[in-house]
């Protein structure tokens, strides 16, 4: 009775785990606990066969202590496949050898249309061909895994990617912070278009192409908001290219235009540059052009007043020259859009005598011409020579 007073319990060990599985392409890091279920201190250390393996702290004195072991592929030297080896736990407390796994076969994804994922490189080349599988697979436990094993230095940056719900837009970031691929930039097919505007409205188009098959989502608007100008859309987006080329319609409104002449820029893109900027100048077309299809005639000739008609309705024409031998067909005509007026040269022969006879070189007239329009009347004189050219 007395002895038992006296007596002293020894440490025991224990350790709350069976064994340690790692991953050998990735570092790895875990920790497991060492107790004294004993009496006493318990003190020990930690023995490790594989030199990419370290423990910490590899030697102790306690009877509860974390030990934090992390393993470097770098440093551990393996052959392809599983390695088995040991961890010895010393102390005065008994000794537990802890087995250890490690996988050093590379990591890799098979996908249901053949090829199997193992790189950066191979998801870029299958996302280029299965870009829908690709959104799925990036998103999923696998690639995480798959990106670890492969010592994937961005982690934490694709971690911010893998929340972001436009999948299409993380991913072409994550290929460009992996270097796989450039940004894309947008150009325009062409910088300026000029027009002519006339009564109605007119539609018309510019494309739009893609530096590469990227991810592109660009907004597009008018710079100083001009109403007469009005765009097909507000956004491009990925799926509006084909052939990284996009064709963006609008249309311009000639009634919403306050002058005879305008100036509009459109922006393709969050920021203005020299790529992305298309100049749109428009005039307005006079609403009757009169003119002689040409201003030299000889005096036995033929010619024609060209009309233009941009009113909209159809005009009254009358004409009228002063010298006889200048003939029309018709004094009065009804011109719609384009029209065209033909008269004859025709010097009389007291004409042709006095010419002879003054010995001009040529002789200048004019032709009187007056259109009605609904609510105005135009008249212009057109001057003519003739002569021996």
């Known amino acids: 009775m007395i002895d038992s007073i006296y007596e002293h319990h020894l440490p025991v060990l224990e350790v709350d785990t069976k064994s340690i599985s790692i991953q050998a392409a990735i570092h790895h890091e875990d920790s497991f606990t060492i107790r004294n279920t004993g009496g006493g201190l318990l003190s020990g250390h930690i023995l490790s066969r594989n030199r990419g393996l370290v423990f910490t702290p590899s030697q102790w004195s306690g009877n509860t202590q974390t030990i934090t072991y992390s393993f470097s592929p770098d440093n551990a030297g393996l052959t392809p496949g599983i390695t088995n080896t040991t961890a010895y736990i010393c ?33 870029y080349d299958y996302a280029l061909v299965y870009p829908a599988a690709a959104r799925r697979m990036f998103t999923s436990s696998e690639f995480y895994m798959l990106l670890l094993s492969t010592g994937y230095k961005y982690m934490d940056v694709y971690e911010n990617l893998h929340k972001d719900v436009n999948r299409e837009r993380a991913m072409d970031n994550f290929f460009i912070l992996s270097g796989l691929k450039s940004k894309t930039h947008l150009m325009l097919e062409k910088q300026q278009i000029h027009l002519v505007l006339q009564t109605d409205k007119i539609y018309e188009r510019f494309q739009v192409q893609k530096s590469n098959s990227g991810y592109a989502d660009a907004p597009i608007a008018t710079l100083g908001g001009a109403p007469w100008l009005a765009l097909s859309t507000g956004r491009l987006a990925s799926s509006d290219y084909n052939n990284n080329l996009a064709t963006v319609d609008f249309s311009i409104d000639p009634q919403l235009l306050s002058g005879m002449f305008a100036r509009e820029h459109i922006v393709v893109g969050p920021t203005p540059d020299t790529n992305n900027i298309l100049e749109i100048t428009v005039r307005r077309a006079a609403p009757l052009s009169i003119r002689l299809n040409r201003e030299g005639f000889r005096y036995e000739d033929r010619g024609s007043i060209e009309i233009e008609n941009n009113t909209g309705a159809n005009i009254k024409v009358e004409v009228y020259c002063r010298d006889r031998y200048i003939r029309f067909y018709a004094n009065t005509h009804m011109a719609s859009a384009v029209h065209s007026i033909p008269f004859e040269i ?38 003519l020579n003739i002569g021996e050219w």
Do not use: C
Not at 95 to 115: D, H, K, Q, R
Not at 365 to 381: C, E, L, M, N, S
């Open 346 to 383: 025709r010097p009389s022969a007291f004409a042709s005598a006095q010419r002879l006879f003054s010995r001009l070189p040529y002789i200048s007239t004019y032709i009187d011409v007056r259109a009605h329009a609904p609510g105005q009347v135009f008249h212009k004189r057109l001057h």
């Open 91 to 123: 102390s005065n407390g008994g000794e537990i050898a802890l087995p250890i796994s490690i996988n050093s076969a590379a990591m890799t994804i098979p996908t249901a249309e053949g090829p199997a994922i193992a790189t950066i490189s191979d998801f």
